[in-house]
């Protein structure tokens, strides 16, 4: 499992740093450009007093992944609290998320499972639209997104991000695009760029999480090689201590039972 998962590590961090330059860029131009327009131009940029929350909690679909899994259904919960349990309804994006909330009968509005293997953008468009639809229809007044975001094959951070209403965020970039004539003008680019925003985010989100699995998975195959190899050491020198005790007391009978034949 170890070699599965660094092969699968590969090709999941090569994924996901090509997505990382788009996904950062165009939230760069996005949280430049909110400021300057109302936000009336579009649902999607309302902002309203969240009485109904919604949660997409990305997990995997299956275990042997260390603490991969609980710390986001932990950090989940502890975002669930902070409001009335019915006020939160859940996206549930892997197994073990989702058996986790539905054991405990939270509100799942929608599921999406065992397509981590087969990974592909349409899964984050229909995931997107359904979080549209919520949003809009006015069934969700915000959502917040949770997952694991790599770092290193070591390190996988969990992250909790507004998704909607989109809100502006600080970015690393330090270039501007004040000086930028934009054609036919501000409103309509944001109105553009808005819904593909959302499905490159969510797609980003994605691939970080399957990333992070794969190496919290071969981190966690790693070390339980070690404990296995540092046992079978621990359990070979008890068969050796056992097995020299034995001989010993079996040379002591022979010569004790030799000496007593002399004796007679």
């Not at 309302?46 to 932990?74: H, K, M, Q």
């Amino acid at each position: 499992m170890k070699m599965v998962a660094a092969a699968k590590l590969k090709k999941a961090q090569q994924a996901i740093e090509k997505a990382r330059p788009y996904a950062y860029k165009i939230n760069n131009v996005l949280t430049q450009l909110l400021p300057q327009i109302d936000r009336a131009l579009s649902p999607l940029l309302e902002v309203r007093e969240p009485e109904n929350v919604g949660l997409v909690v990305i997990t995997a679909d299956r275990g042997l992944c260390g603490a991969f899994n609980s710390r986001i259904i932990r950090q989940a919960e502890k975002e669930i609290a902070k409001y009335d349990q019915e006020d939160v309804q859940l996206i549930c994006i892997g197994k073990k998320g989702l058996r986790h909330f539905q054991r405990r009968d939270y509100r799942i509005i929608a599921q999406y499972t065992d397509f981590f293997g087969d990974l592909d953008f349409t899964n984050a468009t229909s995931i997107v639209n359904v979080i549209i639809d919520a949003f809009v229809s006015e069934g969700l007044d915000r959502v917040d997104v949770l997952y694991n975001e790599f770092k290193n094959v070591i390190q996988q951070d969990v992250v909790v991000e507004q998704f909607l209403p989109l809100v502006v965020q600080e970015s690393d970039e330090e270039e501007s695009i004040d000086e930028f004539l934009f054609e036919p003008n501000e409103e309509e680019i944001v109105k553009s760029l808005v819904p593909r925003h959302l499905n490159v985010q969510m797609w980003r989100m994605l691939l970080e999480s399957n990333a992070a699995e794969q190496g919290a998975r071969r981190t966690a195959m790693d070390n339980a090689t070690s404990n296995a190899e540092e046992m079978i050491d621990d359990l070979q020198m008890q068969y050796n201590k056992a097995r020299q005790a034995a001989i010993t007391r079996e040379i002591s009978e022979i010569v004790g039972g030799a000496e007593a034949m002399k004796e007679e």
